[in-house]
């Protein structure tokens, strides 16, 4: 019994080294990301609002959210230098969505910008200006706006490729095109005849909801790794709260797919409310 509970420790000190070194990694890849993000915010966006350059309409129109996903980032970096990367990484997914509109306005957002190049000498000149100071080192407006979109695409491929991994065999194809990484975590299954409870790790994802049990930690190869419990599209289900809608130590939800009603609980309220937004999100 001893010799499994110190194997059970030592897995967890595992996962607790991989979950350090990832966050670390995140926050040197966040950092560099919002140095280049405030060279826009700064030099351009609120100058540019201060000085009445561009009409609103036009200034929506070419940065559109831009803002508001630095200020996300901003609050991720803030949650990854604390240690606290799961909170962290939770927020920022419910912040997806800014990502969303600005990759659907991206085109319509270049378009406009050539747009005022040809047209506003003033602003032409401001932005040549603005480009020659040395925090930008030879870069253009047209290099920065791309950022958002390409560092969505990779943290959503670093993800992914990270739950793989945690995934014992390739049954589960996880990287899938078109597929985002939502938020993961512990919830309690409440069986329908009276078992036990069942204490799962479960994935989110855009399209899909994994449930996972972890491998037995004697295993020699799949010590640190979970197998699949079963795999729920999401394109069908209904989620609802079944509890917890109060201050409440905890909350139930009620997932119903059509041929299966999966419920889950956890005792921490705040758990339970995010994973409802989250799984709500999911299914829109």
Known sequence: MSLCSNTVEE???????KRSRTAKELLVTEHRYLEQLDL?????????????TLKPAVMETIFGPLESIYSASQVLSLHLER???????ENFCQKLELYGHYAENFEQANKTLMEQLRKNKSFQRFKKLQETRPQFQGRKLEDLLPLPLQRLHQENS?????????????????LTPGRWYIREGWLLVVPSKGEELKRRMFFLFS???????????????????????????????VVD???????????????????KTLLLMSTDQQDINDW?????????
């Open 207 to 237: 399209d899909i909801f994994i449930s996972t049990k972890p491998c037995h930690p004697l295993h020699l190869l799949n010590s640190n790794k979970f197998a699949c419990t079963a795999v729920y599209p999401l394109h069908q289900c």
């Open 241 to 259: 709260k079944v509890f917890g809608h109060t201050q409440s130590e905890g909350g139930l939800l009620s997932l119903s797919f059509p041929h």
């Open 83 to 89: 240690g606290n990367l799961g909170l962290g990484l």
């Open 11 to 17: 897995q967890r000190a595992r996962w607790e080294r």
């Open 158 to 174: 670093l993800q992914l490729h990270r739950v793989q991994k945690l995934l014992k065999g390739q049954k589960i194809q996880v």
């Open 276 to 284: 409802h937004q989250s799984l709500r999100t999911a299914v829109r």
């Open 40 to 52: 826009v915010v700064t030099f351009f966006v609120t100058i540019l609002k201060a000085k009445g």
